[in-house]
C-alpha cells in the first residue's frame, strides 16, 4: 500500500507544529518575542498545513469492483 502525499502532510503535521512551539519557545527564551504575542503562528501554520493538505492531489486508484468486468462496462 503507497501513501499519498496527503497521508504524508498529514503525519507531519504534528512534528511540524511541535517544531514551531518549540522555536517560538526559544525566541522567548532569548528574548526576542514574548510568547503570548507569537502563539497565533501555531493557528497560522496549522491552517497552512490544512490548506496544503487539501491542495495535494490524492492519486489513488480507485478499489476495482469485482462485479466489473475487465472491458469496464456491464
Do not use: C, N
Not at 14 to 33: D, K, S, T
Not at 53 to 68: F, I, K
Request: charged fraction near 15%.
Amino acid at each position: 500500500m503507497r501513501a499519498s502525499s496527503g497521508d504524508l502532510i498529514r503525519a507531519a503535521r504534528g512534528p511540524i507544529l511541535l517544531i514551531v512551539l518549540g522555536l517560538l519557545f526559544v525566541a522567548e527564551y532569548w528574548g526576542q518575542v514574548p510568547f503570548y504575542k507569537t502563539w497565533p503562528a501555531l493557528l497560522i501554520v496549522y491552517g497552512l498545513l490544512l490548506l496544503l493538505e487539501h491542495l495535494v492531489p490524492d492519486h489513488r486508484t480507485p478499489a476495482s469492483d469485482s462485479r466489473t468486468p475487465a472491458g469496464g462496462s456491464l
